[in-house]
């Protein structure tokens, strides 16, 4: 078995083992510690994985556990062992979300927890992503996300809460959190930090999520608006990497190649949110993917209204960043360039990369080629730092 492959086995399998070992356990801790453990003995054992590689893990971790609390004297260790050599492998479900993995992510975005605890701790666990992946989501250092974590585990076992099935009339209070880190997970797949632009496995297991949510809330418009959001944008993966790996933007993608069965899923989502009338930023995301993916081309007008509703639902420097796009289009880049020109995001290779296209299609070439060297050396995806290269290459050779 090559480094690879046990590379995509951890990241596919390592959040469903950590959340089937906290129901097991009802310790995350020990969960987590458990499941590294299992890891590290599968690295000395496995010459090839076994048929079913999560389900290895979770029996070498439950077993791990055992070990670990019969070493240990104290009342509690004795009762959690108790629970793990009595409790059946699949116990009876206690409340509404049925799927492990959601389970634990209601969990932990209990309303105790700050909401950047809940989404940084919820990302790392249930989630999967190293430190690294989800500081770039918040673009923040990965030390003040490392202590993020690291306080909403002590404030967790601090205050006793438990991990259990939040009731149904608790799930809206924690919905917005959830979504959230959907979204990010989602997004980490679609542009990886590192590496390969994508990772499948975590946009696949993100929609996976987000149906069994909308089965859970089926009459909440913001879960029908982000199950759209990423199924428009999912359906156009395979047209969004050339022949080579390299990266293809919107403009110049081959919309045959697009996954038809999804586009229209999703319009038939975007209808739905419509008919309720309760508009919220994932579904105006939605929407904006839907124009997107509707037709032989874009239609600008209506894409810069839909981000002109969603800068008021949301005023943040990426929505500004990504309505820069749409009023480039609509009204020229040097419209588009006014208006991000005070934006500030520390560390976004998009903001500078998007700066120097619209120099670029201004002639303004010695600035644009500073613009793509700042986002070139920002940037964290091998496959979007080579795109970023050859159009600052491209200019170079004018």
Not at 130 to 136: K, N, P, Q, T, Y
Not at 312 to 341: C, K, Q, S, Y
Not at 362 to 373: H, N, P, Q, V, W
Request: glycine share 6%; hydrophobic share 40%; net charge negative.
């Amino acid at each position: 078995m090559t480094p690879t492959d046990f590379d995509g086995i951890y990241r596919a399998e390592y959040g469903r083992c950590v959340a089937t070992l906290t129901r097991l356990l009802g310790d995350i801790s020990l969960a987590e510690e458990a499941v590294q453990d299992a890891f590290a003995t599968a690295v000395e054992k496995w010459a090839e994985p076994p048929p079913n590689p999560g389900g290895w893990i979770v029996t070498t971790a439950r077993n791990r556990a055992i070990d670990r609390l019969r070493r240990e004297s104290t009342r509690e260790a004795r009762h959690a062992q108790a629970l793990l050599l009595h409790r059946p492998d699949e116990p009876a479900e206690a409340g509404p979300v049925r799927d492990d993995q959601l389970r634990m992510i209601f969990t932990c975005c209990h309303p105790a927890l700050s909401p950047l605890a809940r989404t940084a701790l919820t990302l790392r666990l249930p989630g999967g992503l190293e430190v690294g992946e989800i500081a770039r989501a918040y673009l923040v250092p990965e030390a003040t996300v490392s202590q993020r974590i690291v306080r909403a585990k002590k404030k967790i076992r601090d205050a006793g809460i438990p991990y259990r099935v939040p009731r149904e009339d608790e799930l809206p209070d924690r919905l917005a959190s959830v979504l959230t880190v959907l979204y990010l997970v989602f997004n980490e797949g679609y542009t990886s930090t590192s590496g390969e632009l994508l990772r499948t496995d975590l946009c696949l297991e993100a929609i996976r999520l987000a149906r069994a949510l909308t089965e859970l809330m089926p009459d909440e418009p913001e879960v029908l608006g982000l199950l759209a959001l990423l199924l428009l944008t999912e359906a156009r993966r395979p047209a969004r990497v050339g022949p080579s790996g390299e990266l293809v933007v919107l403009a110049d993608q081959d919309r045959s190649l697009w996954n038809r069965d999804l586009v229209a899923e999703g319009h038939e989502l975007v209808r739905r949110c419509l008919r309720v009338d309760r508009p919220g930023p994932y579904q105006v995301q939605a929407a904006i993917n839907a124009v997107h993916t509707d037709g032989s081309s874009t239609d600008w007008t209506q894409v810069l209204a839909l981000y002109d509703r969603l800068w008021r639902l949301t005023p943040t420097p990426v929505v500004a960043l990504n309505r820069a796009v749409a009023v480039a289009e609509v009204h020229g880049p040097a419209a588009a360039l006014d208006g991000i020109a005070e934006l500030e995001l520390p560390g976004y290779h998009h903001l500078p990369a998007t700066r120097a296209n619209l120099l670029a299609r201004l002639g303004r070439t010695s600035e644009a080629i500073a613009a793509y060297d700042e986002a070139i050396a920002s940037a964290t995806n091998d496959t979007e730092r080579a795109f970023l290269e050859t159009c600052r290459t491209r200019l170079g050779s004018l």
